[in-house]
């Protein structure tokens, strides 16, 4: 606004004397509040830069190394028994599973065949074969229903395997904030 604003108002207004000098101190006010706010805002963003430095150091210091054992500690070992677990069924309970399928299925295979089919007629046992169709078949429901099975295996295993106990993540004693233990700090 400046200047030429308050020249505008003192020609519209006429503005006595004393107003123009109240106006004056007014803007001078203004302004070294304006300057005032511009130093706090600076301070402050100093204060910030600082805070976000502290805690970086912490996180560096203190959570970073607490994460590290909690996780070499806690979940690796449960990370490695689950591998062993899923190896183990992928080593014995796939391929048993692939066995029966594919013995289930070639029984479908034979009955489907021209030769086999023409030597039923030939002996009119014809009501015991099964009828053609064109949708998916028995075979195909159980070869679905094996695999989910297979999956859901598979889910327990790691389930149980990362299944929390409680008294795995509870300290073996507590901490009050006038004591501390060999080793730790207090922030």
């Known amino acids: 606004m400046g200047e030429f604003a308050t020249d505008v108002m003192e020609v519209k207004m006429g503005l006595s004397r004393k107003r123009k000098k109240e106006l004056k101190r007014l803007r001078a006010s203004v302004e070294q509040l304006w300057g005032n706010q511009q130093d706090v805002l600076g301070h402050a963003n100093h ?31 449960g990370v490695d028994t689950a591998r062993g677990l899923v190896k183990n069924a992928g080593d014995s309970v796939v391929p048993a599973l692939g066995n029966a399928l594919g ?49 859901a295996g598979v889910a327990y295993a790691v389930w149980q395997t990362f299944r929390a106990d409680d008294e795995l993540w509870i300290a073996d004693e507590p901490v009050s904030p006038t004591t501390s233990t060999a080793g730790t700090s207090s922030i």
């Open 47 to 77: 204060v910030a830069r600082e805070a976000g430095r502290q805690v970086g150091l912490l996180t560096r210091e203190e959570v970073t190394p607490f994460v590290r054992d909690g996780y070499s500690q806690y979940v690796q070992p």
């Open 103 to 151: 013995a289930i299925l070639s029984i479908g295979d034979v009955a489907k065949d021209a030769r086999v089919r023409a030597a039923v007629k030939r002996i009119g046992a014809e009501k015991y074969l099964p009828k053609q169709s064109s949708g998916p078949g028995v075979g195909t429901y159980i070869a679905i229903t094996a695999g989910v099975l297979a999956a």
